[in-house]
C-alpha cells in the first residue's frame, strides 16, 4: 500500500491550503483515513480522521477551521486548511487503516509572513 500526499507548502497567516492524499496498492477496504502532524520539536498529534460511515473528529485546535473529506472512489482523503496560523508550521501526514496502519511520507506546511 502506498500512500502519495501532496499540497504542501509556504503561506501566510489567513491563507488556506489543502492537502490530498491518494492511497495505492492491494487491500480489501480502507477504514478510516486521516492526517498527523508533527511539529519541530513536538510530538507527532492527530490533526483531523474520517471514518468509513463518514464521521469525522478533529483536535480542538483546528475545529472550524480545517475540514477532512473522502473520496472512496479515488481512494483519496483531503484536508482543507482555512485561517492557517503560524503554530499549524509542521509536516503532515497522511494515514490509513486498512486494519493494518500506514503513513505516507509527510508533506511540509509552513505558515509564515
Known amino acids: 500500500v502506498q500512500l502519495q500526499a501532496s499540497g504542501g507548502g509556504l503561506v501566510q497567516p489567513g491563507g488556506s491550503l489543502r492537502l490530498s492524499c491518494a492511497v495505492s496498492?492491494?487491500?480489501?477496504?480502507?477504514?478510516?483515513m486521516g492526517w498527523d502532524r508533527q511539529a519541530p520539536g513536538k510530538q507527532r498529534e492527530l490533526v483531523a480522521r474520517i471514518f468509513s460511515d463518514g464521521s469525522t473528529n478533529y483536535v480542538d485546535n483546528v475545529k472550524g477551521r480545517f475540514t477532512i473529506a473522502r473520496d472512496n472512489a479515488k481512494n483519496t482523503v483531503y484536508l482543507q486548511m482555512n485561517s492557517l496560523k503560524a503554530e499549524d508550521t509542521a509536516v503532515h501526514y497522511c494515514?490509513?487503516?486498512?486494519?493494518?496502519?500506514?503513513w505516507g511520507k509527510g508533506t511540509l506546511v509552513t505558515v509564515s509572513s
Open positions: 496498492g492491494r487491500f480489501f477496504r480502507i477504514n478510516d
Open positions: 494515514t490509513v487503516r486498512t486494519g493494518i496502519d500506514y
